[in-house]
């Protein structure tokens, strides 16, 4: 479940960076003590120990039902509220897994919804899941985000026709606020079997509360192993030396980086499983860090696929990017380049040679191009892509980002900026009160 992070390309000093020991010890120790506060949101910080244990049972038997009785199971939830179980459920299935038959994929389709407001989306997905049996998980910490919230109320309704309202409980799953909020009274009113989002952990960094954990039990994915690597990580990161702690020398660096002008990092697989990792990477920084004017802006790419689209910006655009590289040390499958006699296709200088080989000379040569270009490197290698390793990852990202963002002086746990064009929306809704 190892995780190693290389910062040979980054070209800052030993010197520079230990410079900021001192304020990330001090960081580390805010966070430890504001972890076990109901009303503050570092929660997640000893989340991978201190988690409850009954629930935890429970989503296990609920993904065991959904799976037994369903066809397709439906993630209905924004932002954080879906993006941490649909990284992991698309890192750790198949690349195809909604094309094979359920006899070969043995656990419900997931198809994710209430992510955005598009009206073909939904029609869509109410015409494949017609004549599909279904469960669904509406995942909302507030209870109020309106897209999930109207995803939800057409959805229901759309359970309860197939299944009636006695039978559309068993195929309702709730995850929410312990007490509060719409969506917690219409739980408590229909009797549907709810999960909990602690009130001490923000939405960007619940994946690891059943926010995540139900649609990734559902997968089929080992929820115990996901949680035994984000302990394994807990205790690794705890480490309170930046000589040591990759985790904090990641923080550390990218904002050294940052105040060189580097105003944009990439972070880059060259696995398209990870397309979502990056994706819930890049609200977990995002959000936590741009404010007050401030922040370095995460983007992220998909290589090879992305170096014939941006590759051209990346090695000679503007200089303020910084990258980040996901290596994948194992791959879990590889494919060896035969010799061909006509080698018409001039490839026979790469038979014998894998697939997993050649995708990695490409990742070496891109790095030593980007970094030749101005664009100072990091490389996070995970030893193989499973549950446990990445629970490790997901956890060190977040520790990292907690800390990038006291690093920053900005507060890494508010999102102020989000309700600005809810503002405007629901005025232009003429929703009362606004
Ligand atoms: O990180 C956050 O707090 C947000 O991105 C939320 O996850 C997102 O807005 C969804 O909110 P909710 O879970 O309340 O529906």
């Known amino acids: 479940m190892n995780i190693k992070v290389d910062f040979e390309n980054v070209q800052i000093s030993e010197k520079e960076i230990m410079k900021l020991d001192k304020s990330i010890k001090e ?10 506060k109901e009303d503050d949101f570092v929660g997640w910080l000893h989340l991978p120990t201190n988690y409850d244990k009954e629930e935890f049972e429970r989503i296990k038997v609920a993904a065991k039902k959904i799976q037994e009785n369903s066809d397709v199971f439906l993630v209905i939830g924004i932002g954080g509220s879906y993006l941490g179980a649909r990284a992991v459920i698309e890192s750790l299935s198949h690349t195809f897994s909604n094309l094979q038959s359920k006899d070969k994929r043995k656990t419900p389709q997931i198809l994710y919804v209430g992510n955005n407001l598009s009206p073909n989306y939904l029609t869509d997905l109410l015409d494949i899941i017609s ?4 469960s669904l998980n509406v995942i909302s910490k507030s209870g109020t985000t309106t897209e999930p919230a109207i995803a939800f109320r057409v959805l229901k309704e759309f359970v309860e026709q197939k299944y009636g ?8 799953f709730v995850t929410t606020d312990k007490n509060k909020g719409a969506l917690k009274n219409l739980a408590n009113e229909m009797n549907y079997e709810t999960f909990v989002v602690p009130d001490n952990v923000g939405g960007r960094y619940s994946v690891l509360t059943a926010v995540g954990l139900l649609p990734i039990a559902v997968a089929g994915i080992n929820i115990d192993e996901l949680m035994e690597g984000a302990r394994f990580a807990e205790e690794k990161y705890a480490d309170k030396s930046l000589k040591y702690n990759e985790c904090y020398r990641y923080a550390a660096i990218r904002n050294l980086l940052y105040r060189t002008g580097k105003t944009v990092e990439i972070l880059a ?18 959000e936590s860090e741009g404010k007050e004017g401030k922040g370095i802006f995460p983007t992220g790419m998909d290589f090879t696929t992305d170096l014939h689209s941006l590759g051209q910006y990346v090695q000679e655009g503007k200089r303020n990017l ?7 040390v194992e791959p879990q499958s590889d494919i060896t380049i035969k010799a061909d006699e ?12 894998t ?6 000379k490409a990742m070496e040569g891109t790095i ?20 446990k390793t990445l629970g490790h990852l997901i956890y060190f990202f977040e520790k990292s980002c907690a800390i990038s963002g006291m690093i920053l002086g900005v507060n890494p746990f508010n999102q102020p900026g989000v309700e600005e064009y809810k503002k405007n929306m629901f005025r232009l809704l003429e929703k009362p009160g606004y």
């Open 131 to 134: 004549d599909k049996e279904i």
């Open 342 to 353: 006509d080698n018409v296709d001039g490839l026979n200088f790469l038979a014998g040679k």
């Open 322 to 328: 910084m990258e980040t590289v996901l290596e994948i």
């Open 27 to 36: 960081f580390a120790t805010d966070l430890e003590n504001r972890s076990s």
């Open 355 to 360: 697939l997993d080989y050649v995708n990695k």
């Open 269 to 286: 697989n060259y696995e398209p499983k990870m397309h979502y990792i990056v994706e819930w990477w890049k609200q977990l920084y995002g």
């Open 368 to 387: 030593e191009a980007h970094v030749t270009g101005e664009v100072p490197n990091i490389k996070i290698s995970l030893e193989r892509l499973d549950a």
């Open 165 to 172: 309202e006695k039978e559309a409980k068993n195929r309702i």
